[in-house]
């Protein structure tokens, strides 16, 4: 049909896709070979291939995008159009493609992606946990970026599972190789938690394909292709796959855990970027391939999605262990983002992508400044922990802008997603989605009060012995990681059109069924 | 009566597989040098993977009214060339134990080549009799190789080998027997014995038939070790020598599974291979969590392994290049799981280590504990690598991506078949399964614990205490060339699938 007309020539756009992949995963297989002598030089090299990686994903914003709305055929909607792709077989016994591409929806969390890795594989070079050699940890996260933007770039949905599979054993080895003192646990149950979720997208996944005999998310997005009662079976499928990975309550409890054990690196890379895969997933392949059976389940979603943000909030009032706190609070912000996907409205899902990057951004700073704290302190316990603005005033500073960044104050980037996540809620109408609404918003302000607790703890008040023995000043690496965070997520407060800019073209073929 | 004509281009493979074993025999009787022993052995196994590969698709052969017995298609010449290959790399894994005399060299080659043969005729059987009459060749000189060996000296000698040859042998032959017994049985029913002819009993004798074919499944499932059936394999690999354990795992394995896919295309045998399959795949993992010595988990593991092939060999004729195309993918991975272990246990450096610490007793130079292995990946950075390999893929993750392909065939397999309820609890079991993959994963590379003294760089007193030996040249090509393997199918499994559809 349509891709008959716009059958991809191979030139730059393909090259460019083949190569976001190729690149980190060449960097990790030579950063790995590197001789234990030269770690150093290794995590280097690992930076500069993050960073080629970062500059990389910066380039399709500049390449010709929106090629024409060419809804050729008989289907009612206008079919998702990459604004880059690449078509290529790989197993066809299997019905599997390596289709690449990039719309509005992906790309800013592919950006994302490249940013927090460079900035994390620079901040290795300072810095390497207790554990293992700084080069693999470094191969490690390059690696990891392969999965996830593997993740964000697949239009396939095996290829889509073939690389959410690809980040579990290296997040695990991340985790239980550098991680706390219970580390092996809580790695283990990461690992146990996520691979039964993927083995729901699995199922899922073959499902759809077997059902619709064909695995292009270009052909399956917003055309009702499967059954009704396949759409139901694949969406409670999906639901819960995705649900494990981003989390949602109930299926969080494997989060507090990981993010408290992890190292520094590994906890931004794990909220940043690796909860997003599941939200994203729910996104382009739950609305997307069973809009019936998104619509079918949306209420339940929401009823979810809101205990989650009153839980998470409610938890963490009571939390005294920082990184636990800021794991808790990151269920609550999911609970937004799968709020708003659950609304199942442009505006919505909207909400649901800014409220994306911006955990993104602001929780991977928070992680950032938690881990630098509990390394110089020696304890992340809130109750050891008072007083930080005496004796560091900077890192306070930059302590208390995350957190108000993360409480959602209009201006900056967290802002946008809660709130229109509820807008969106209120807009669906009826008792169900109002009642949604207002708990909703009644989580935003309890997010609020815990946020500020931890700052009069954390911030305020007399220094204790482990504050005032522990180094003020920030170096250059690590300005350097923060810098780019601190900017973003003040550009995205004023901008959020930066992330959604291009989104409605895509969302209105998404949702074509669904309204 | 007339003679059959015979075609003898067909027969090619089999002549090179049982020259093998004439020529191992012979060299060992006017040469009797290990190197040219081994050295002859080999080039006659790569010679038959290289006939089967060369002949490829041929006439069929010994043929009579109604069917063939020998049928050289492309999938039989595959698996006769991969059984050959597995050979190959068995004989390449133990090179170390026949150097330092723990086998006797030209009996072992020999044996391994006989076993050979069998495995070849099982590839290309076209009738049942010969499938078994294979499947035994393939069998009964694993019997004698289970509990062939002297001990180095300071390894502790026991009775586990011979307790192993012997219960591996009883079982063996009952299973033997109950195989037989559904093959009369069916060819009561129905009059047939070539596969071609071969199907579900009609009208009198459908109830008869039905019976026969379950006593023939039952009879194959005790040689892939299928639950109930499966309490010999732990106990012969942990008893057997590690390259010896490998072979049971691999090419033992696939003969048991080829002749099951034979009958299960043809037959309905669904209720009871989905039956077992279930057992199969949920008693292996979960027992495997429970493990402590690593040959003993690899076996369990095995175990699992091939509840997920029967899986696919409970659709029948759908299921079968499935379930042929895991069989290739677990035994590539197997094998090189237990080459790792071979190269880390060699069992000459284990005694010699246990005299160096002056154990007091003689100690156990097998797969040996879990423990034993702990910190191993940080001396031996390859090995760790390859082990990761094939743990990943025997869970069905990447970096293992031959492994994850396998997972996702059977899966789609079951799927497209409308066995939901199977697949529901093949990836159950892939959860339960990572468990303890991860646990052995992990393991090599954690530093041992120090006894009570608080450690600056447990690193540096690591590679104190543990000083590096070297892998010997043949099992690190082994290792090498299968790894690669793997690694090409990980990214091009369309080579598999051709081969095999």
């Known amino acids: 049909m349509y891709r008959d007309y716009l059958e991809p020539s191979w030139g730059l756009p393909q090259a460019l896709l083949i190569a976001l992949l190729a690149v980190p995963l060449l960097g990790a297989a030579v950063v790995a070979l590197f001789p234990a002598a030269r770690d150093r030089q290794a995590r280097l090299v690992a930076t500069g291939f993050a960073t080629v990686t970062f500059l990389l994903t910066l380039a399709p914003a500049f390449s010709s995008r929106g090629e024409g709305w060419f809804a050729y055929g008989g289907r009612s909607t206008v079919p998702l159009l990459p604004w880059v792709e690449v078509d290529l077989d790989w197993v066809p016994s299997l019905g599997l493609d390596l289709h690449l591409g990039i719309d509005g929806i992906s790309y800013p969390l592919i950006v994302l992606t490249g940013l927090l890795t460079a900035l994390c594989c620079a901040y290795t070079v300072k810095k390497v946990p207790d554990g293992g050699s700084g080069r693999t940890l470094a191969a490690l996260l390059l690696v990891l970026e392969v999965g996830v933007l593997g993740t964000f770039l697949a239009l396939d949905l095996i290829l889509f599972f073939l690389f959410f599979e690809v980040v579990l054993l290296p997040m695990y080895a991340v985790i239980a190789g550098w991680g706390g003192l219970a580390r092996r646990a809580a790695a283990r149950k990461f690992v146990l938690y996520t691979l039964a979720g993927s083995v729901l997208l699995l199922l899922g996944v073959l499902i759809v394909v077997t059902g619709a005999g064909t695995g292009d998310l270009v052909t399956l997005t917003g055309a009702a292709e499967l059954s009704r009662n396949t759409q139901y079976a694949v969406f409670a499928l999906l639901a819960v796959a995705f649900a494990i990975k981003a989390p949602l309550w109930p299926l969080h409890t494997w989060l507090p855990d990981a993010h408290t054990e992890a190292p520094t690196v590994g906890s931004v890379i794990l909220a940043g970027v690796l909860l997003k895969m599941g939200t994203y997933g729910l996104i382009r392949v739950g609305v997307g391939v069973a809009p019936l059976g998104a619509a079918w389940a949306a209420p339940a979603l929401g009823v979810l999605a809101v205990v989650a943000i009153i839980a998470g909030a409610l938890i963490c009032l009571r939390q005294t262990e920082l990184k636990r706190l800021i794991a808790y609070s990151s269920v609550g912000h999911m609970g937004f983002v799968l709020l708003g996907i659950a609304t199942l409205s442009v505006t919505g899902i909207q909400a649901a992508l800014l409220g994306n990057v911006a955990h993104g951004l602001i929780t991977g700073l928070l992680f950032f400044l938690a881990g630098t704290i509990k390394d110089r302190t020696g304890t992340g316990s809130l109750n050891q922990l008072s007083g930080l603005r005496e004796t560091a005033p900077r890192l306070a500073g930059l302590v208390g802008f995350a957190a108000v960044a993360s409480l959602g104050l209009p201006g900056l980037a967290g802002f946008w997603g809660e709130a229109f996540a509820v807008v969106a809620a209120v807009q669906r ?39 005032t023995s522990a180094p003020a000043g920030i170096s250059g690496i690590e300005w350097l990681a923060w810098a780019p965070l601190v900017l973003l997520t003040l550009a995205v407060g004023v901008a959020p059109a930066l992330i959604i800019g291009d989104t409605l073209q895509p969302l209105t073929t998404l949702l074509g069924v669904a309204r | 009566m007339r003679s059959q004509a015979v075609d003898h281009i067909a027969l090619l493979p089999l002549y090179a597989a049982a020259g093998t074993a004439i020529l191992a025999l012979l060299v ?48 039989a010449a595959v698996a ?32 391994l080549a006989c076993s050979m043969t069998g495995g070849v005729t099982v590839a290309y059987a076209g009738d049942l009799l010969t499938l078994i009459v294979g499947l035994e060749t393939l069998t009964l000189p694993l019997y004698i190789l289970v509990g062939l060996r002297r001990y180095v000296p300071f390894a502790r000698p026991s009775i586990r080998p011979a307790e192993a040859s012997l219960t591996f042998f009883l079982v063996s032959v009952i299973s033997t027997a109950v195989a037989l017994l559904g093959l009369a049985l069916v060819f009561a029913a129905t009059g047939v014995v070539h596969l071609s002819r071969l199907a579900p009993a009609p009208a009198p004798f459908t109830a008869l038939g039905g019976v026969g074919a379950a006593l023939l499944v039952i009879g194959l499932a005790f040689k892939v070790a299928a639950v109930p059936l499966h309490a010999w394999a732990p106990a012969t690999y942990d008893g057997a020598p590690i390259p010896i354990a490998a072979y049971l795992s691999t090419a033992s394995k696939l003969g048991g599974i080829l002749a099951l896919a034979a009958v299960a295309a043809r037959l309905d045998t669904g209720a009871v291979l989905s039956a077992l399959a279930v057992l199969t795949m949920t008693v292996g993992n979960l027992v495997a969590l429970r493990q402590t010595r690593m040959v003993r988990l690899l076996a369990w593991s095995s175990i699992a392994q091939a509840g997920y092939i029967l899986a696919a060999l409970a659709m029948g004729a759908p299921g079968v290049p499935a379930a042929l195309s895991y069989a290739v993918f677990f035994v590539i991975l197997e094998l090189i799981a237990f080459g790792v272990v071979a190269a880390l246990r060699p069992a000459g450096r284990v005694a010699r280590e246990a005299v160096a610490l002056a154990a007091p007793t003689p100690t156990d130079t097998d797969g040996g504990t879990l423990n034993d292995y702990r910190g191993l990946a940080h001396q031996h950075r390859w090995l760790g690598a390859a082990m990761i390999v094939a743990l990943s893929g025997l869970a069905g993750l990447p970096p293992g991506l031959a492994g994850l392909f396998a997972k996702v065939t059977v899966v789609g397999a079951l799927i497209a ?27 090599l590379y954690t530093y041992p614990r120090s006894p009570g003294i608080p450690v600056v760089d447990p690193a540096l007193l690591y590679d104190i205490t543990h000083p590096r030996f070297p892998v010997p040249r043949p099992l690190t090509a082994t290792l090498l060339i299968t790894a690669a393997a793997a690694i090409l199918l990980g990214f091009a499994p369309q080579l598999l699938f051709n081969a095999f559809s």
């Open chain 2, 80 to 111: 006769a060339a991969l059984f050959a290959a597995l050979t190959a790399g068995v004989l390449g894994l133990s090179a170390p134990a026949l150097r330092e005399g723990a086998v006797p060299v030209g009996e072992f080659c020999f044996l």
């Open chain 2, 417 to 443: 078949e409308g066995w939901t309820w199977l697949a529901v609890i093949v990836v159950i079991n892939a959860v339960i399964a990572l468990a303890y993959y991860v646990r052995v994963g992990a393991l």
């Open chain 1, 429 to 467: 109408g009826g008792p169900l989605w109002t009642t949604l609404a207002v708990i909703a918003a009644i989580g935003g302000a309890l997010t609020a009060a815990y946020f500020l607790r931890l700052l009069r703890r954390l911030t305020h008040g007399l220094p204790t012995p482990s504050v």
């Open chain 2, 28 to 75: 060992d009787l006017f040469v009797a040098r290990r190197t040219a022993i081994v050295v002859s052995t080999l080039a006659g196994a790569l010679t038959t993977a290289a006939a089967a590969l060369v002949v490829g698709t041929w006439d069929a052969t010994f043929c009579t009214t109604g069917g063939c017995s020998w049928i050289p298609t492309q999938p």
